[in-house]
């Protein structure tokens, strides 16, 4: 099932493409849309440090630091409500109902991080940075998504968030009520020529 719904959404695609007039590939994007669109809340997270920990430490040590955040970061996700769609060399990509829950899930990671950091020498510690987003994304079975949520949490938690760092952008906690006591200060990032208005928001406060 999960390999024919990839294959026809590659198929899909392979139509767009060869379409020749603009209303062909609207019909194909339409179909798309339909088929494989669905509102989620994007989050996605990085491991800090991989060039300097791979040039002292070699490939295995940080290899050995990814397993260790894979089997960290599921059962976090889980218990916010989300569900990891892939993980994908060190980074985590999931899909939450709501940016609440996924904001809960990176405060918690990161907590949970730090609690591990504890009991490793100091070259094992993990830290990680979160980008969050939420809109309609394409959703191809249960292990890959695209859109522009995923672009854009992408681009704050792997290319823009430091070490232990938290962003969330500011469409995403605008979702987020008041009530429930999230503390963020709001910043104007840009990247690649595109400016993002995000909250950053420090976990230790939360």
Not at 30 to 50: C, I, N, P, Q, R
Not at 106 to 119: E, H, S, T
Not at 161 to 180: F, H, K, N, R, W
Request: include cysteine; charge should be negative; hydrophobic fraction near 40%.
């Amino acid at each position: 099932m999960e390999q024919d719904l990839e294959r026809h959404f590659q198929d899909l695609l392979l139509a767009y493409s060869q379409q020749i007039y603009p209303e062909g590939r609207k019909q194909v994007e339409d179909t798309l849309w339909k088929e494989y669109g669905a509102e989620h809340t994007v989050f996605v997270l990085d491991m800090s440090g991989f060039s300097l920990l791979c040039r002292k430490y070699g490939i295995i040590h940080y290899l050995s630091m990814v397993r260790r955040m894979q089997l960290t970061a599921a059962p976090v996700v889980k218990s916010c409500g989300g569900r990891v769609v892939k993980f994908e060399a060190d980074n985590c990509f999931a899909v939450f109902p709501d940016p609440l829950s996924a904001v809960r899930s990176a405060i918690a990671m990161q907590f949970a991080f730090d609690a591990a950091n504890l009991l490793t020498p100091d070259e094992l510690d993990i830290r990680i940075s979160c980008g969050i987003d939420c809109g309609r994304i394409l959703m191809v079975g249960e292990h890959d998504c695209f859109g522009e949520a995923v672009n854009r949490a992408c681009k704050l938690g792997e290319d823009i968030a430091s070490a232990s760092e938290i962003l969330v952008t500011q469409d995403a906690m605008g979702l987020i009520p008041p009530e429930a006591g999230i503390k963020y200060s709001e910043v104007s990032l840009s990247i690649s020529g595109i400016t993002i208005p995000a909250c950053t928001i420090d976990y230790r406060t939360n």
